[in-house]
Structures are given as structure tokens and as C-alpha cells.
Nanobody
């Protein structure tokens, strides 16, 4: 069992930045590829970004490419999502997850999930 805890969400003006963190207290997740997803009210949970377990490979949804950066520090058991140039449409609850399946962009490939952190972008 891997417990994931997200933090760093908040209220930010459009054009601003936030950095989300995802920690695994007391447990290493260096063997897991990790992903960030988000879910806006009334919408399905959608893929945002993915990073391989060593951090050498990353993938992004087209909607965030060039604005968001995923990274990880396995020594600290933490994954980050740096979000720049935020837009109101980025408003959602953001979740980190540990992947065990094959399909990087599918929620079904992720076994462990955090509780989510709210990001609200106002114009």
C-alpha cells in the first residue's frame, strides 16, 4: 500500500503559478511511475502529466504542454507539478497517482491515489 498526500493547491490569479507536491510519507515510491490528473466539477478525471520512475521520461496533456512541468525527487519520495501561466480552465482538484498499468493517460493504469488538492484560478 502506498499512501500519497498532495499539497500546494490554492487560489491564484490567471497568469500566476503554483507548485503542487505529492509525498509518500514513510514509504518509497521510487519504483513507480507517477502521474498527475485533475477533475473539474461535472467533468471526468483527466490526465495532466506523467513521469517515469527514474524521472528520465515525461509526458503531458496537450492542454498543459509548455506551461506545466512534472518532476520528482526519489530521495525525498516526492513528485512535483510546477504550473505556470495558469488559466481559469485549469481550475480543478488535482490528484497524484502511482502507476502500475500500461496506459499512461488512463486512470485505470494507476493503482494508488492521493486525496487531491484544489486549484482555483480566477481571472
Amino acid at each position: 500500500q502506498v499512501q500519497l498526500v498532495e499539497s500546494g493547491g490554492g487560489l491564484v490569479q490567471a497568469g500566476g503559478s503554483l507548485r503542487l507536491s505529492c509525498a509518500a510519507p514513510g514509504r518509497t515510491f521510487s519504483g513507480y511511475a507517477m502521474g498527475w490528473f485533475r477533475q473539474a466539477p461535472g467533468k471526468e478525471r483527466e490526465f495532466v502529466a506523467h513521469i517515469s520512475w527514474r524521472g528520465g521520461s515525461t509526458d503531458y496533456a496537450d492542454s498543459v504542454k509548455g506551461r506545466f512541468t512534472i518532476s520528482r525527487d526519489n530521495a525525498k519520495n516526492t513528485v512535483y507539478l510546477q504550473m505556470n501561466s495558469l488559466k481559469p480552465e485549469d481550475t480543478a482538484v488535482y490528484y497524484c497517482a502511482a502507476r502500475q498499468g500500461v496506459e499512461i493517460t488512463s486512470t485505470r493504469a494507476y493503482r494508488y491515489w492521493g486525496q487531491g488538492t484544489q486549484v482555483t484560478v480566477f481571472s
